[in-house]
């Protein structure tokens, strides 16, 4: 706590004079322009990845990135999803995976979560990419399976995320887009899938970036596992 008292000292008397204005400009509404799900690790900071102010993103964080399906749970994710698309209007949802994902490297070793039952059972979301990856590359290295079992991951929650009524609502009007990331720790780089080809590609800044599409529309390419 020594560490984290000291910050929000050093917040309050160093950094926080610099955006003065801007907090008060926003201390009476939020208008966030995209909704930012990725998972709760340490080492993922969205506002310093995206570089982005404080009021620009809405964020939900929790074990693996996961966005259970509409109806199977109610609780902080829909209810973080519902209000930021029906209510704060944002035009873009990314849902961020990252390389070394321990829910990832859980659900390559379900044996190893015996004595978390909380997290095996929110990880049931998960299920579908975790096959996937053990039935059609199970060849593959360790390193492997689980990078592609973090992407696949991806995929399987924007496609979760299309079965919330706020989310198709704002497709089918066209006022919303998903995208999916990958974000590489080690290196800082973020690769987005694109759904015409199925693979994650490296993100562009003279671009708007792929978009997210429903499996099974015209040229739609899927995942090495699907």
């Not at 801007?22 to 310093?48: V, Y």
């Not at 209000?83 to 209007?89: G, H, I, N, W």
């Not at 079992?149 to 998903?178: D, K, S």
């Amino acid at each position: 706590m020594k560490k984290i008292l000291a910050g929000v000292a050093r917040f309050q008397k160093e950094v926080f004079p610099q955006y003065r204005d801007h907090f008060a400009k926003i201390a009476g509404r939020q208008e966030p322009f995209a909704l930012f799900i990725t998972c709760a690790d340490s080492r993922i900071l969205p506002n310093l990845l995206t570089q982005t102010e404080p009021g620009d993103l809405f964020i939900c964080r929790d074990v693996g990135n996961i966005v259970p399906p509409f109806g199977s749970v109610y609780g902080g994710v829909s209810a973080t999803i519902e209000y930021s698309v029906a209510v704060l209007r944002v035009r873009d949802i990314i849902v961020c995976g990252h390389s070394d994902c321990g829910a990832m490297r859980g659900l390559l070793d379900p044996e190893s979560l015996k004595a978390l039952p909380g997290v095996l059972e929110w990880l049931r979301y998960s299920e579908d990419p975790r096959r996937a990856v053990m039935e059609h590359a199970s060849h593959l290295s360790y390193a492997d399976k689980l990078q592609l079992l973090i992407e696949e991951n991806v995929v399987t929650q924007l496609e979760h995320l299309r079965t919330h009524p706020a989310v198709a609502n704002g497709l089918a009007a066209g006022t919303l887009n998903l995208h999916g990331w990958v974000y590489e720790i080690e290196t800082g780089h973020v690769r987005a899938y694109e759904s015409e080809t199925g693979k994650f590609v490296p993100v562009n800044e003279d671009e708007a970036g792929p978009v997210y599409r429903e499996s099974g529309e015209e040229g739609d390419v899927e995942l090495l596992c699907r």
